[in-house]
């Protein structure tokens, strides 16, 4: 079964827990679910899906109103199949009407992959995606990105690298996108951008399982450092 598939199941609702898991739990009808439960490695893989999906839908509604635009949009980031579309839908209807806010889905998938910062940056850069897919991230979509990477846990510096990936003018510096400084040296900036390959290449998003949409934010990923770098070695030469 696809991905899309299993977030309809009972199962994977009830073992996941917490806020995703009563999201999932309310989607297969159950009306019982154990808050503290934590999913075993299998089902991690849903608990990520669902996640973005819970944000995304709370992303749409950071600016007071869900359009059918932002809904499209999500389905084209995401590829929906046609047969499996009801399902998302589902999920996405009941996450941006639910009363959890967005925080307790972000503190629950900071929790669940405390220990793989990459996965929750994968997570920031698909909420990106969706964001630009209308051609712009608007304001109140960029303070709602920027408020879940902070519940990941991640620093001004960090996200502002994660969002030059994203927008103009700052897709534009190819420092900021490395997360270096002009003030470094050739060797440093090297040393940051062969850890920035090793953690971001396309095959890490195969081995832990993601979804196939974000295989593919991850190549998008891999080819903007590795322009920057060029970038900057094509100035230093």
């Known amino acids: 079964m696809s991905i899309w598939g299993k977030i309809g199941g009972a199962a994977a609702g009830l073992a996941i827990g917490g806020p995703l898991g009563a ?37 749409a509604k950071a600016d007071g109103i869900v359009t059918e635009d932002e809904v499209r949009a999500f389905r084209k980031v995401f590829q929906v199949p046609d047969s499996e579309a009801a399902n998302v839908a589902r999920v996405f209807d009941i ?9 307790a889905y972000a503190r629950q998938l900071a929790e669940l992959f405390r220990a793989e910062p990459d996965i929750l940056e994968d997570i920031i850069d698909g909420l990106f995606h969706i964001a630009k897919a209308d051609g712009a991230v608007h304001a109140r979509e960029l303070d709602f990105l920027e408020a879940v990477a902070t519940t990941f846990g991640f620093d001004a510096a960090a996200f502002a690298r994660i969002r030059a990936r994203h927008i103009l003018p700052d897709k534009e510096d190819p420092y900021l996108i490395l997360g270096v400084s002009r003030e470094d040296s050739s060797e440093e900036i090297r040393r940051v951008y062969r850890k920035l390959v090793a953690d971001n290449h396309p095959d890490r998003a195969v081995a832990r399982g993601l979804p196939e949409e974000f295989v593919r934010i991850a190549t998008d990923k891999l080819a903007r450092i590795n322009d920057a770098y060029e970038q900057i070695e094509r100035e230093r030469r």
């Open 95 to 103: 996450a941006k009407g639910s009363t959890e806010g967005y925080e």
């Open 23 to 59: 999201l999932l739990g309310a989607i297969a009808g159950h009306m019982f679910f154990d808050r503290n439960r934590q999913p075993v490695p299998g089902q991690l893989q849903v608990a990520f899906t669902i996640g973005v999906i819970a944000l995304a839908a709370k992303m």
